[in-house]
């Protein structure tokens, strides 16, 4: 009797368990995906949903850059580019300044965010988690502009080799900065720096901050982007003469420009050739270290090296160090804005 019981409540269950759970049950492939998800195709990124209900066309577009430098900054260049998304679409483009990667994806990854520029390892971690289909990056008639790696000294200091800064304060920028941290732990050990046993990495919260505090000694060396440092010096934000570099990498893809997954079909399409028949503004140019286009990506080939670096590094993106870094990010944050307080309520010095 309780045998048949139990039978007829599994039959039962099943009968009314949710469209999304049985679309889910027969996904052939998932991959690294999370379980909303399902790649089909094998093409490593979020399949569009099989139900036309499921599609979404939205009346306005929101788009959003990466956050790794001041995001107010990133409003007034992208202006010419967000005036074009609208007129090449039809639709309203509402410009979201995003204050950290996690609030990017989960912007993404809940629906409120349709389009953006991730930067090189959050990118992985917006297809996995958020459901990111990447299909862009910034480049020239020659294609995709890349960055390196490079470890950057002060240039008074007397180091001249990665194995110099053992026991040295060294700044990586966060958990999921493909060059900022990842990368650093692959390839710096066969360089005689080991992450973690040779030196402690300290996190500075962006490779701007990572690049500020070495020019100020707050940091013996800082593991950052060379794109962001090319930025810095155009900007006068630092004088490249402040700096030494001790090591250079191989080249990685910068960025990564992705839509939603779940956008309907046509509406995706145009979206990608909005992107690609739009001319950068010189101040684009400028600021963009020499780009002057967007160009086609394909994420399982050009982030295969990222995806390897992370695997060899221990923190694949995967959902257990999403969650990590999420919480991470969080702590930062209100200690960020603990100062902020303290420092608002601080006496004024007398004059």
Known sequence: MHRTSLAALTVLAAAFASPQALAQDSCPNRGQLDANYCDADGDLVADVPTDPARQRDPSSLVFAYTPVEDPAIYADILKPFVEHLSACTGKRV????VQSNTAQIEAMRSGRLHVAGFSTGPTAFAVN???AVPFASGGSAAGPRGYR???IV???SPFRALADLKGRKVAHTSQS??????????????QGLVPDQDYKPLMSGGHDKSILGVSRGDY?????ADDVLERMVNRGTVKREEFRTIYTSDVFPTNGYVHAHDLKPALSARIRECFFNYAFSEKEKREFNGEDRYVPVNYKDQWAVVREVAEKSGVPFN???YEAESKREEEAQARRQQQQQQQ???PAAKP
């Open 220 to 224: 013996e060396m800082g593991a950052v």
């Open 149 to 151: 790696l490079v470890a």
């Open 319 to 321: 959902r257990r160090n």
């Open 154 to 156: 002060n240039a008074a």
């Open 94 to 97: 509402v410009y979201y300044s």
């Open 344 to 346: 608002q309520q601080a």
């Open 177 to 190: 900065s493909n060059s900022g941290n990842l990368a650093p732990r692959v390839l710096f050990p066969p």
């Open 129 to 131: 988690i958020a459901g």
